[in-house]
C-alpha cells in the first residue's frame, strides 16, 4: 500500500465517520419528533404514522446525501466523470420505507408494554423512543455506509463498463470493534473485470471501498 492509498483510505474514513453522525443525528431527531403529535391532539395511531413517515423521509435523505458526497469525491479523486442514475432513487426510498416501518413497530411494541406496565401515555411514548434509540443509531450509520458504498460501486461500474481499469481496495477501520470478517478482508484487492460485493457486510460496518483507476 503506498502513502497515496493510504491517504486515499483515511479520507473516505473521515468521510464515512461525519456521514454517519450526522445520520445519527437527523435520524434520532426524526424519530422524537413525532413524540410531540399528542400535545396538539393527535392520537396514538396518529403518531406511529408519522414515525414511519418521519423515518422513511430521513433515511432517504440520509442515503441521497451520502450518495452525493460518495459520487462527488468519487469524481474528484479518479478524475472520470460519472453519470447520476434516477433508479437508484426509487430504490433507496423502498429500502426507507422497510427500515423506518421496522422501526416504527418496534416503538409500538415497546409502548404498548409499557401502557401495560401501567405506564401513562405520554410516559410509555418516551420509553419507547428511549428504548428503540440504539436501533435508530444502528440504521442510521448502517443506511450511511450502505448508500455511500453502494454509490462508490455503481461509479465503478460505470467506470468498468467504458473501458477503466478499476482497481478496488477494502479498507476497513482496524480497531478493537474491527470483526474478524472485516479485518480479513482489509487490503484485499479485485482489478476489473472483478469487483467486490460492496460493504456494509453486517449492521454498523464501518468499512469503505477504494477505487484506483487507470485509462
Ligand atoms: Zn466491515
Same mark, same amino acid.
Given at each position: 500500500v503506498t502513502k497515496e492509498q493510504k491517504r486515499r483510505m483515511a479520507e473516505w474514513a473521515a468521510l464515512l465517520l461525519i456521514l454517519e453522525n450526522r445520520s445519527k443525528r437527523a435520524m434520532s431527531a426524526a424519530m422524537r419528533l %413525532? @413524540? #410531540? @403529535?399528542p400535545a396538539i391532539g393527535g392520537t396514538r395511531a396518529h403518531v406511529e404514522m408519522a414515525m414511519r413517515t418521519a423515518g422513511r423521509k430521513a433515511i432517504t435523505a440520509v442515503r441521497s446525501h451520502a450518495r452525493d458526497v460518495a459520487r462527488t469525491h468519487w469524481v474528484k479523486t479518479s478524475g472520470v466523470s460519472v453519470q447520476t442514475d434516477v433508479s437508484v432513487k426509487s430504490a433507496d426510498e423502498a429500502r426507507a420505507a422497510t427500515s423506518s416501518d421496522s422501526l416504527a413497530r418496534q416503538w409500538s411494541e415497546k409502548r404498548n408494554a409499557a401502557l401495560i406496565d401501567g405506564k401513562s401515555e405520554a410516559e410509555a411514548s418516551q420509553a419507547a423512543s428511549d428504548a428503540i434509540e440504539s436501533a435508530v443509531e444502528r440504521t442510521a450509520v448502517t443506511e450511511a455506509a450502505d448508500a455511500l458504498n453502494a454509490e462508490i460501486a455503481r461509479a465503478n461500474a460505470d467506470a468498468r463498463a467504458r473501458g477503466y481499469k478499476v482497481t478496488e481496495t477494502w479498507n476497513a477501520i482496524l480497531d478493537? $470493534?474491527?470483526?474478524e470478517e472485516c479485518f480479513y478482508r482489509d487490503g484485499q484487492q479485485r482489478v476489473a473485470p472483478d469487483f467486490f460485493d460492496p %460493504? %456494509?457486510?453486517? #449492521? $454498523?460496518c464501518r468499512c469503505v471501498l477504494v477505487t484506483e483507476i487507470e485509462g
Open positions: %413525532p @413524540l #410531540a @403529535l478493537s $470493534r474491527t470483526c %460493504p %456494509p457486510v453486517h #449492521a $454498523r
